[in-house]
């Protein structure tokens, strides 16, 4: 591991060549490279870069005294700046918020010397000391300090020390993040009333906007208090977990996807709650008109066919993603003039009735797709021969998929069938060249008897009978 060099003055003339000496302030490493990264062993490569890490942070700490006596000294005014920290900020060529932290935490840590030249300590003595060590950072020195700054003045005059000294012991061992936790926990401790104001501040806070974007997405953004950010992690959590892997495959979705998908099941579980209001006696559900004969025709992927439209935001939808959600929907027969206007409506027809999803629940689970674990949000039931084509709502033509596997299903162009009241999956070609069929769908107690049926012991005739 390379040498820490130091030394208790620098010279105008010091040079920082290969065959000089270097020599720095008190409290101030340097460290001199003693061979290259490649040439050390694993020992010297992980002590290396602590000791690295550990010679940034003294000097950060020397160069926040030096912030705090530029600042007695007034330079920053002198150089025609309006504050220290467009003076640092201009200096360092740093973002102000950054330049704000270094001045903010210069004051809290500096040591400074009474008239008389007696050395006084920090505002933040112990602070001061664990940045002295290198064993902490400016961004721990800047949670403390915004944790006592943030107190009332009463808390600062009792409390400060104790504050101080607690948040530095745990900094050594804590992550910036971890100890914001800690410092928040003191808050909430010392400063009930205070917190309890933070919080009426954040409601008063609250905002949700969304908007389409020019390509068709819907773009959200918000800021929830946390309470309901609470409930609203508690709620995605589950349903945006990774699924099982699937053959040795893990999830392929990013965290950001699983979100999304996430949000949607969540959305499918909102919208199928008899809790929510109804308007003119319907529950909230989505709204697509899409021309009927273009509907019947059975789509396939890449065939020509009018749009459908998405009501709610007066966008267009395909054809084909008309068909995969018309399997679990209510259909509601408009007749238009030929001034689009409508001339007579008929009744909702429900594809899958309560008792006929109970069922399918009963037979398939959730999810009737080879493999799929039970994922969360609203099943959907799929006829195997769609409705539109004449295929009947029964229990031996559906079966239920969750949201992700139906949409497999029509994207992918899987054929489904059902033997012996249980569904088989037969994958494409471009997924599976061999074609194989897949069993799916919930074990049942009689294909259980099937598989062990030669586990089964024979039964004992009765004592007496030969």
């Not at 539109?388 to 054929?415: A, E, F, K, Y």
Request: proline share 7%.
């Amino acid at each position: 591991m390379a040498p820490l060099m130091t030394s208790t003055d620098v010279g105008a003339d010091a040079s920082f060549g290969a065959a000089a000496t270097p020599t720095a302030p008190a409290g101030f490493g340097v460290v001199v490279e003693s061979c290259p990264a490649v040439g050390c062993s694993d020992a010297e490569l992980v002590a290396e870069i602590a000791e690295i890490e550990r010679a940034v942070r003294v000097a950060r700490m020397r160069q926040l005294q030096l912030i705090a006596e530029a600042e007695h000294r007034r330079l920053p005014s002198e150089q025609g700046a309006r504050s220290a920290q467009v003076w640092l900020q201009e200096l360092l060529r740093i973002d102000l918020s950054e330049a704000k932290t270094r001045v903010v935490v210069a004051r809290d840590v500096e040591r400074q010397t009474s008239s008389y030249g007696e050395p006084l300590a920090a505002d933040l003595p112990a602070t001061a000391d664990a940045l002295d060590d290198g064993a902490i950072g400016i961004e721990h020195a800047r949670v403390v300090s915004r944790c006592v700054r943030s107190m009332p003045e009463y808390a600062r005059v009792h409390h400060t020390a104790d504050i101080d000294a607690l948040l530095a012991d745990n900094a050594r061992r804590m992550c910036p993040r971890d100890l914001a936790k800690l410092a928040e926990r003191i808050k909430y401790l010392l400063d009930q009333d205070g917190a309890y104001r933070d919080e009426e501040a954040q409601y008063e806070a609250r905002e949700l906007h969304y908007a389409t974007g020019r390509d068709g997405m819907l773009v959200i953004k918000a800021r929830l208090d946390r309470e309901t950010g609470a409930k609203f992690v508690e709620a995605i959590r589950p349903l945006s977990a990774p699924r099982p892997e699937a053959d040795g495959e893990k999830d392929p979705r990013d965290a950001g996807q699983r979100n999304a998908d996430g949000l949607a099941a969540m959305v499918d579980l909102v919208l199928n709650s008899e809790q929510m209001p109804r308007t003119g006696g319907q529950r909230p559900h989505l709204n697509i008109t899409v021309d009927f004969d273009d509907l019947k025709r059975g789509l396939l992927l890449g065939d020509e066919g009018m749009p459908g439209t998405l009501q709610a935001t007066e966008q267009s939808i395909t054809a084909e993603n008309v068909r995969r959600i018309a399997c679990d929907c209510e259909v509601l027969p408009v007749v238009l003039g030929g001034d689009s206007l409508p001339l007579d409506v008929g009744t909702a027809q429900r594809t899958a009735p309560t008792h006929i999803r109970a069922a399918l629940l009963q037979r398939d689970g959730v999810c009737a797709f080879p493999g799929c674990d039970r994922p969360p949000g609203t099943p959907q039931a799929h006829h195997v021969t769609h409705w539109i084509d004449g295929g009947p709502t029964t229990v031996d033509n559906m079966i239920m998929l969750c949201g992700h596997h139906h949409r497999i299903i029509h994207s992918q162009q899987w054929r489904i069938a059902l033997h012996s009241g249980r569904p088989v999956f037969t994958p494409p070609s471009d997924v599976d060249p061999s074609r194989t069929p897949r069993p799916g769908g919930r074990a049942l107690p009689a294909a259980y008897r099937d598989t062990l049926r030669d586990l089964i012991p024979a039964p004992r005739a009765p004592e007496g009978i030969a």
